[in-house]
């Protein structure tokens, strides 16, 4: 077999002799010479230059080999007539028969000297290339993705004595024990979420295996089961098809132990994926669109090159590695038999069951062990529910980590008969839990690492627990987070919470109604205010704010709403609006008279100067937008407004503690500073009342430039 990675520069030929199988590897590259066809015994071509085999080197074959007819048996059988291929090395003269062509990848590393493998081989002097291994037998599940072989028996991986005697299922308890996670990680702490746990009244306790390596719990599953591997497992090498966290952990699993590994992932796979498992040594094969495609192409090499397949989370080696996390729970959690829950992430449900198989055999009597998944990726429950594993047609993005069409065979029969229960989230909330851990530790977890905090803060609520002392764990199971998603995080980790209301408001299309809206609001911090003139009797907003009492404040405010002729709608559930129609409110209109301005706010200035036709007023700050670390501004500019000035478009969001955006035509600016921020605002102002308007500008504090003639203004909103 031709393997392409390595982890030390290849030194030396691989051969065999006598039917024997001992490793040697490539001395600089092989050259392609030639072809001939199977069946009959032609000599290969003569050696060219050969040279003295390096000191240490293991006894080569003689420096002519044949290529044989078929053989029966054990051995690799060649059809008759076949094309084989000669490769030799142009520094020691020997050469290797493949059935790959100089085009095929694995010969292309042959032929740039990187690393071959072992394979099999029949007879003394002979040196073939022929892959003939079996398919492992457990792969990554997936509703498209090849069904595993059949097998002699269910668990063929584990001798017998780590079998239960009575039942044939693995000894867990046994295997978590002698697992062999330490010889690569170390112990990841337990810490106690302070902030967390005093806003709900219970003892939140954190696993921080978003403290690995490489940033996730997959690096344990991963290690234990490649450490368990025999040597010529090793040597032959693994694949395994992932673009994420499993993929890193046997690549490091792989460098640690000097074992070859091929990961698959889909053509698609973001480059920075690629890297962070190329960087660990592994080989990264892109094949297909997608992972379906992937995943065979994965199975595809496992037998045709005999590499071992990883799994991710269906098998019962990985299970014990992930089940030494529930080990060290109960060894460092203060009076642990006393805990009331541990809550878990579940995607292929690997990691609940180890903690599962461990924990009711150790710890209290009382302590539940907890499965977390998505509303849009529940296999889990919906296969507890059905008594089979289900299927899901399609799952949610967001939580990829645990994105997952169907669990574990094994992961499923160990949580049918252990798991306590399983408890669904929203993105909204998982965005609030990644919030809470930065809270408390100042790390930034991927939101599949949030999801089981995410889960326990809803067991907590809908149990009426608030207050009530109890005492649980969250493992946070990883860190790999997208740069992109923080965005999104940040945009709906207060609504996750609770602690903002996203709204919408039907409002007397006049002049003055904005006041009115804003006093209904007022204290309350107005976060993002959506509006656009329509020419119509009523105006259509979408408005949030914060809350302290969401439930209590909105039934409030929508009253005190219908008191003024002004309706509204919690639509903070509203994934249509959240992702989409909060940014699409407005359209083209000509405004009579409108003009545009575009301001910026600072701390500190006073002073008048001119660039050009523009006319730039800077004043100190007392008055303009509302920040919140100045309330109140926001008001104070529209009591300012003459009710002749009428606001034709309204766009406001507050992007953080220090910094915010307001928008009035335009769009929301991202562009701001902790001490200064730009506006873009859009205002009807009557030919008869300019100089007015102008007044009005040098009292406030902004620093303003005219943008009424600016062509992308005049092309996408008017």
């Not at 007819?69 to 290797?96: C, D, E, F, K, L």
């Not at 921080?208 to 090793?234: C, H, P, T, W």
């Not at 302590?367 to 507890?384: C, F, I, P, Q, Y």
């Not at 500019?637 to 766009?651: C, P």
Request: proline share 7%; with cysteine.
């Amino acid at each position: 077999m031709i393997q392409a990675n390595m982890h030390e520069p290849p030194s030396y030929e691989h051969a065999v002799a006598g039917g024997s199988q001992q490793p040697l590897m490539a001395q600089g590259p092989f050259a392609y010479t030639g072809e001939s066809k199977a069946g009959t015994y032609t000599k290969a071509p003569a050696p060219v230059d050969a040279k003295v085999s390096p000191p240490g080197s293991p006894k080569l074959p003689p420096t002519t080999s044949y290529y044989p007819a078929p053989t029966q048996g054990a051995g690799p059988s060649t059809p008759s007539g076949a094309t084989v291929y000669h490769y030799q090395n142009p520094r020691t003269g020997h050469v290797i028969t493949s059935l790959l062509p100089p085009d095929h990848p694995e010969m292309i590393c042959l032929q740039e000297g990187q690393h071959i493998t072992k394979s099999r081989f029949g007879l003394v002097g002979i040196l073939v290339a022929i892959f003939w291994f079996p398919l492992e037998e457990t792969i990554e599940y997936a509703s498209d993705a090849p069904a595993r072989l059949p097998a002699s028996q269910p668990y063929p991986r584990l001798p017998p004595h780590l079998l239960i005697t009575s039942t044939g299922k693995p000894d867990y308890l046994r295997l978590i024990l002698m697992s062999k996670v330490y010889d690569l990680i170390k112990e990841t702490p337990l810490v106690l979420a302070t902030n967390l746990s005093a806003r709900l009244g219970n003892e939140i306790w954190l696993k921080r295996e978003d403290l690995q390596e490489v940033f996730s719990f997959k690096i344990r599953g991963a290690y234990n089961f490649m450490a368990s591997l025999s040597e010529e497992e090793r040597w032959k090498g693994v694949v395994t098809c992932s673009a994420g966290n499993h993929a890193q952990g046997v690549a490091l699993s792989g460098s640690r132990l000097n074992i070859p590994c091929t990961i698959v992932m889909p053509k698609g796979t973001p480059t920075i994926k690629v890297r962070n498992v190329a960087r660990l040594g592994a080989k990264v094969v892109l094949h297909g669109s997608d992972f379906d495609e992937a995943k065979a192409e994965c199975a595809r090499l496992a037998e045709a090159h005999g590499l071992v397949f990883v799994p991710p989370y269906d098998d019962p080696v990985v299970i014990a590695g992930q089940g030494t996390i529930g080990m060290e729970i109960l060894k460092q959690a203060p009076n642990s038999q006393t805990l009331d829950g541990i809550f878990g992430a579940v995607g292929g449900g690997g990691l609940v069951a180890g903690i599962a198989e461990y924990v009711k055999r150790i710890g209290g009597p009382d302590t539940k062990v907890m499965g977390v998944e998505t509303v849009d990726g529940d296999a889990m429950e919906r296969s507890l529910a059905a008594g089979e594993r289900v299927t899901l047609p399609e799952v949610g993005p967001f939580s990829d980590g645990t994105a997952v069409k169907i669990v574990g065979e094994e992961p499923f029969r160990i949580c049918k008969e252990l798991l306590d229960g399983v408890v669904k989230t929203t993105n909204d909330e998982i965005c609030a839990a990644i919030k809470d851990i930065f809270e408390d530790t100042r790390s930034v977890t991927e939101p599949a690492g949030a999801l089981a905090l995410a889960g326990l803060k809803n067991y907590i609520v809908a149990n009426d627990l608030v207050g009530a002392g109890k005492r649980f764990v969250a493992v946070v199971s990883g860190a790999n987070m997208n740069f992109g998603r923080l965005r999104f995080v940040a945009e709906r980790a207060e609504l996750g919470e609770g602690r903002e209301v996203l709204m919408s408001v039907d409002i007397p299309e006049t002049p003055g109604s904005f006041i009115a809206l804003h006093e209904i609001i007022h204290p309350r911090d107005v976060t993002e205010f959506v509006y656009r003139f329509n020419g119509t009797p009523r105006a259509h907003i979408i408005i949030s704010f914060r809350v302290q009492k969401s439930k209590t404040e909105i039934a409030e405010v929508i009253t005190k709403l219908k008191e003024r002729d002004m309706y509204g709608e919690d639509i903070s559930d509203n994934e249509l609006a959240k992702s989409h129609v909060r940014y699409l409110v407005g359209g083209r209109l000509v405004v009579p008279d409108e003009r545009l301005f575009s301001f910026g706010m600072w701390g500190s200035g006073g002073l008048l100067r001119r660039e050009g036709d523009v006319t730039y007023h800077v004043f100190p700050f007392g008055g303009g937008l509302e920040f919140p670390e100045r309330p109140g501004a926001l008001r104070k500019f529209l009591l300012g407004l003459q009710s002749e000035w009428n606001i034709s478009l309204w766009h406001y969001r507050n992007y953080g503690a220090d910094m915010a955006s307001l928008t009035f035509v335009l769009i929301s600016v991202t562009d701001v500073h902790p001490d200064v921020a730009k506006v873009l605002v859009g205002i009807q102002v009557p030919q008869n009342t300019a100089k007015d308007f102008e007044a009005f500008l040098s009292k406030v504090a902004f620093h303003y430039t005219e943008e009424t003639d600016n062509a992308v203004f005049k092309r996408f909103l008017q």
